[in-house]
């Protein structure tokens, strides 16, 4: 009898946590915070047996810490790119719940405890946990992304946590495993839509920033630290303008080129972030407004990040352009824009005057590579996490010949 405890991700994209029992044994997948309000998943009871972090971004690992604070004493596998990467950002995350007024869900020294029970995995390779095995997948999504896939109890569970089957600039896309699994926890971010062609993407960017500096403006690139600010960095570097990166995304590319197996091209992106200008400060920001030229900053979603010194000093310049590139979580700064057309953020309430613009550059897979997913592996279940309407998304697997569930936070299942 294998147990499944969802304590987050259900109905929702993001907060990720998945609890697997067998016998004495008890595995958690992920453990994520909520981006827009700093709340996390349902406490998963303890002791578990071990845990399994798909990949860096904080809606799957910005909880960890929070479970040696309670005392645990596990270990926790994952890449050793996400190891770095999820170090950052779990010490990013503390600062901004206190920004927040928040109270922090954990300390520094939970940091540290949690570094000194994590044990590096490479993909492919199967690890005994107990009595039971895991292997990680490469999950194609940011540099060190898995999805592993758990053996326990005569049953074999994949859970995907973030995919992309489709190169980017940055990383390879992952290949749609052809793997036989009875259960299959799967992320449905885009399973309403497919996504763009990516070189059609890239050049219309390229057109977009030719033209306007061109013109003598400026274009800012609102980017997530960890993944979207190295492959805008890829994209745009062969153009030969000035790029200006601004925020974590400096140190985010310091510690994946650390890891270079995990990126597609790393002399490519070494040399893009050598040529690129590193910003440290409000004097060179100044600098960077002087001169037509690119500016990428975090944060992705422009809630927070020096992003907002750049937009309040720009946002009425009509030869310049905002350019967003990923998913904006509803309520955030870059939500309400896409929504309403205004920038709200730091006591300005405005109306555009700047050009915007979205251009789906995701890091999930689209519509038809989550079907194809689900058809290759063959699931006698499938569970359907990670995403909105979720409900709508099993119901079509359902009609297909597979028995598909849509969870909510808090469903509990056996098999």
């Known amino acids: 009898m294998i147990n499944f405890d969802f304590l987050g991700g259900g109905n929702e994209v993001g907060r990720a946590a998945v609890v697997v029992g067998s016998g004495n044994e008890r595995f958690l997948f992920d453990y994520g915070i909520e981006v827009q309000t700093g709340t996390g998943p349902i406490q998963p009871d303890l002791p578990l047996t071990a845990m399994f972090i798909t990949h860096a971004h904080i809606d799957h690992s910005g909880m960890i810490p929070e479970l040696y604070k309670r005392g645990w004493k596990g270990n926790v596998y994952g890449t050793g790119a996400t190891h770095g990467l999820g170090t950052m950002l779990l010490k990013d995350s503390i600062d901004v719940q206190k920004k927040k007024?928040?109270?922090?869900?954990?300390?520094?020294?939970?940091?540290?405890?949690?570094?000194?029970?994590?044990?590096?995995?490479?993909?492919?390779?199967?690890?005994?946990?107990?009595?039971?095995?895991?292997?990680?997948?490469?999950?194609?999504?940011?540099?060190?992304?898995?999805?592993?896939?758990?053996?326990?109890?005569?049953?074999?569970?994949?859970?995907?946590?973030?995919?992309?089957f489709a190169d980017t600039q940055l990383v390879k896309g992952t290949k749609i495993w052809k793997e036989d699994v009875d259960v299959l926890i799967m992320e449905s971010t885009y399973h309403y839509k497919n996504h763009p062609d990516r070189k059609s993407l890239e050049n219309n960017l390229r057109e977009l920033v030719q033209n306007i500096i061109y013109n003598n403006g400026t274009?800012?690139?609102?980017?997530?630290?960890?993944?979207?600010?190295?492959?805008?960095?890829?994209?745009?570097?062969?153009?030969?303008?000035?790029?200006?990166?601004?925020?974590?995304?400096?140190?985010?590319?310091?510690?994946?080129?650390n890891y270079p197996k995990f990126i597609r091209?790393?002399?490519?992106?070494?040399?893009?972030?050598?040529?690129?200008?590193?910003?440290?400060?409000?004097?060179?920001?100044?600098?960077?407004?002087?001169?037509?030229?690119?500016v990428i900053s975090t944060a992705g979603m422009m809630s927070g990040g020096p992003i907002g010194y750049y937009i309040k000093r720009l946002y009425q310049r009509e030869d310049c352009a905002l350019v967003l590139t990923g998913?904006?979580?509803?309520?955030?700064?870059?939500?309400?824009?896409?929504?309403?057309?205004?920038?709200?953020?730091?006591?300005?309430?405005?109306?555009?005057?700047?050009?915007?613009?979205?251009?789906?550059?995701?890091?999930?897979?689209?519509?038809?590579?989550?079907?194809?997913?689900?058809?290759?592996?063959?699931?006698?279940?499938?569970f359907v996490i990670h995403g909105d309407g979720t409900q709508k998304f099993a119901k079509e697997l359902k009609g297909m010949g597979f028995d598909a569930v849509a969870v909510q936070n808090g469903d509990k299942f056996k098999i």
Request: charged share 25%.
């Open 265 to 294: 091209d790393p002399k490519k992106l070494r040399k893009a972030f050598s040529r690129a200008r590193k910003v440290h400060g409000n004097k060179d920001r100044k600098e960077a407004l002087k001169d037509p030229c690119v």
């Open 101 to 164: 007024g928040q109270v922090p869900h954990y300390q520094r020294i939970h940091i540290e405890t949690m570094n000194n029970y994590w044990k590096n995995v490479d993909y492919n390779k199967p690890i005994s946990v107990g009595k039971s095995s895991v292997r990680f997948l490469d999950a194609g999504h940011i540099p060190g992304s898995s999805s592993p896939v758990l053996e326990t109890g005569g049953k074999r569970i994949m859970y995907t946590g973030d995919i992309k």
């Open 219 to 257: 274009v800012l690139i609102p980017s997530f630290a960890v993944g979207r600010t190295q492959e805008m960095l890829c994209i745009l570097d062969k153009l030969g303008f000035p790029i200006f990166m601004d925020g974590m995304g400096i140190r985010a590319t310091d510690i994946i080129l």
């Open 327 to 382: 998913y904006q979580v509803e309520g955030t700064v870059g939500n309400v824009l896409m929504n309403t057309g205004r920038y709200v953020n730091e006591g300005v309430d405005a109306k555009l005057k700047m050009p915007y613009s979205f251009m789906d550059f995701s890091a999930h897979c689209g519509r038809d590579n989550l079907i194809s997913l689900v058809k290759k592996t063959n699931p006698e279940k499938v």
